[in-house]
């Protein structure tokens, strides 16, 4: 029963902004970490962003102060402001969750895509 599931995604101008929100149920969402992670065609899927249960982050050097990972655990939601987009930043995103003994979840993901 457990699940994410993502929103948000769509075509954006370079430079714009898109916020991408992922509904996460059937675990006790505040006790773990949560990731966002983004695969263009033809590459390999890449850790964008981390917050863990105590709200710290981890941000790849390609996001740094463009992108913010946070997360509500009344709503049970992790998001991913993205500011300031660029052409590069066209991917697939997923959201992803490590469980421990529990395993692994991964969303079905959202299709982000900056162009003019």
């Known amino acids: 029963q457990v699940q994410l599931v993502e929103s948000g995604g769509g075509l954006v101008q370079p430079g714009g902004s898109l916020t991408l929100s992922c509904a996460a149920s059937g675990f006790t969402f505040s006790s773990y970490a949560m990731s966002w992670y983004r695969q263009a065609p033809g590459k390999q899927r890449d850790l964008v962003a981390l917050i863990d249960s105590y709200g710290r982050t981890v941000y790849a050097d390609s996001v740094k102060g463009r992108f913010t990972i946070s997360r509500d655990n009344v709503k049970n939601t992790v998001y991913l402001q993205m500011n300031s987009l660029k052409p590069e930043d066209t991917a697939v995103y997923y959201c992803?969750?490590?469980?421990?003994?529990?395993?692994?979840?991964w969303g079905q993901g959202t299709q982000v895509t900056v162009s003019s």
């Open positions: 992803y969750c490590n469980l421990g003994l529990g395993g692994v979840r």
